[in-house]
């Protein structure tokens, strides 16, 4: 198993540019999610899925897109990249239900210029 | 709103020394989990131990240990016999075991320093 895999590792956006950030798993999990992290603010829950065609909002959801027509894959979109979005992005899975743990990518370090 | 407070941004231990790392909750649930995940240089976020809220006992995880306290809504972590490895960012969390959101809910993080 790969486990979660996240695309890009890196990225450098300009303002009002738009783009995907890539998240798979492999494990057939039907809980995905997305984080954002910056400094001094832990993770911060942006969308959330429970299943293929399943989506709701986190945290802070403004300024970015989701969807989920399979169970592996959930990007995420940037419709128009603010430099207020630049973060550590972390894509997360893991069966729902009793106590699962929960898999974490590694993370994509996104700089908005 | 559930909500985690970490109220120590950085600490210090000198190796072989034993460290706690404090975390307060705030919720009306009855039924949830508690964790604690490292976060190395490395970026991977690891799950260091969890908490079953129904549960008395403190979970063990061989040199990492918590203090459950369900009353007063805290769940310290304590590292012992530190070692240089264990350097890292400490996050506590919360998950509900009633909303079906399955949301998890994290702390801003403790930043452990290991002296050598």
């Known amino acids: 198993n790969a486990g979660v895999t996240q695309t890009p590792k890196f990225q450098v956006l300009k303002t009002g540019q738009s783009m995907t950030l890539q998240c798979a798993q492999d494990m057939n999990h039907e809980y995905m999610s997305w984080y954002r992290q910056d400094p001094g603010m832990g993770l911060r829950l942006i969308h959330y899925?429970?299943?293929?065609?399943?989506?709701d909002q986190g945290e802070v959801p403004n300024g970015y897109n989701v969807s989920r027509s399979t169970t592996e894959d959930f990007p995420l979109r940037l419709l128009s990249a603010a430099p207020s979005q630049t973060s550590v992005y972390f894509c997360?899975?893991?069966?729902?239900?009793?106590?699962?743990?929960?898999?974490f990518g590694p993370g994509t370090r996104l700089t908005v210029t | 709103a559930q909500t985690v407070t970490q109220s120590q941004p950085e600490m210090s231990v000198q190796e072989a020394e034993t460290v706690t790392l404090s975390c307060t909750y705030d919720?009306?649930?009855?039924?949830?989990?508690l964790f604690w995940y490292k976060q190395p240089p490395s970026r991977q976020m690891i799950l260091v131990i969890r908490q079953e809220a129904y549960k008395q006992q403190n979970a063990t995880e061989n040199r990492f240990s918590v203090n459950f306290q369900k009353a007063a809504k805290s769940f310290s972590l304590k590292i012992s016999d530190s070692q240089l490895g264990d350097a890292a960012m400490y996050f506590c969390a919360y998950r509900s075991r009633v909303n079906r959101d399955d949301k998890i809910i994290f702390g801003k993080g403790t930043r452990l320093h290991i002296l050598p």
């Open positions: 997360a899975s893991r069966r729902l239900g009793s106590s699962y743990e929960q898999y």
């Open positions: 899925s429970v299943g293929a065609g399943i989506t």
């Open positions: 919720t009306s649930e009855s039924d949830y989990y």
